[in-house]
């Protein structure tokens, strides 16, 4: 039943690793995203993908490389991790084509913790 | 930069107060703003796409408004009740072709019974 999920919930880690984080929604939408809560509790985006296609890219290191082997699935893979990664990283799916109507479903966020 | 502001920051209320927040989004290039709803260790929920100006949507005992000629949007909460405690979120549809929302720090709502 679960909309949109990601995997693992929490992820505790030393610095300088290499970690992926996976999502996957089977609302049959188009276009997924990623995003940073930060220290704040502020939501910021980080990449989107539509149909396998990278169609929003904000300035992240390139640490950070999204993948999507299909449009049910969008991983994000950070190498090197830093004590700066710590945050909570949460996925969203939606349509693409309906972007005044659709509103974006949330994933239940996985908590980073670069120790 | 695109900014949107949410006011207030954090707002106690007894059970049973009505009260509002504002979202102010810039007013040039509008698609459509979304209001969210965020409890504590879940993830943010839809409550609204707005679109139009002067829309108003309504679901139970919460209900928005919607300025796009002036860049806000006003949430309303009539008669609090303790489950409503949660961090309400605003967030502008950076138009175009990309569905790019740019959130605001959100309202963090406490009820007290």
């Known amino acids: ?5 990601q995997t693992p ?12 984080i996976k999502c996957e929604q089977n609302l049959g939408h188009d276009t997924m995203y990623w995003y940073k809560q930060d220290s704040k509790k502020f939501l910021k985006i980080m990449f989107s ?3 396998k296609e990278l169609i929003i890219n904000e ?27 710590s945050a909570v990283y949460f996925c969203a799916s939606s349509h693409l084509d309906r972007p005044s109507t659709d509103t974006q479903y949330f994933g239940p966020g996985t908590r980073l913790t670069v120790l | 930069i695109l900014n ?3 006011s207030p920051q954090s707002l106690h209320v007894q059970e049973g107060d009505s009260t509002n927040f504002t979202c102010s989004f810039p007013s040039s290039n509008f698609y459509a703003l ?3 709803r965020w409890e504590t260790a879940k993830s943010p929920e839809a409550l609204f796409v707005m679109t139009l100006n002067g829309d108003e949507k309504k679901k139970g ?7 796009t000629k002036e860049g806000y949007s006003y949430l309303y909460i009539k008669g ?24 605001g720090t959100g309202t963090l709502l406490a009820v007290q019974p």
């Open chain 1, 1 to 5: 039943d679960t909309a949109v999920s």
């Open chain 1, 49 to 51: 993908y539509n149909n």
């Open chain 2, 61 to 67: 005992r919460i209900s928005a408004t919607l300025n």
């Open chain 2, 4 to 6: 949107v502001e949410q």
């Open chain 1, 59 to 85: 300035t992240v290191p390139n640490r950070f490389s999204p993948k999507s082997p299909d449009k049910a699935h969008l991983n994000l893979h950070i190498n090197s991790l830093e004590l700066g990664d």
């Open chain 2, 34 to 36: 979304h209001w969210y």
């Open chain 2, 80 to 103: 609090s009740q303790p489950e409503d405690s949660a961090t309400y979120l605003c967030a502008f549809l950076d138009g175009g072709a990309t569905n790019k929302l740019i959130f």
């Open chain 1, 9 to 20: 919930k929490y992820l505790v880690t030393q610095m300088g690793n290499d970690k992926s």
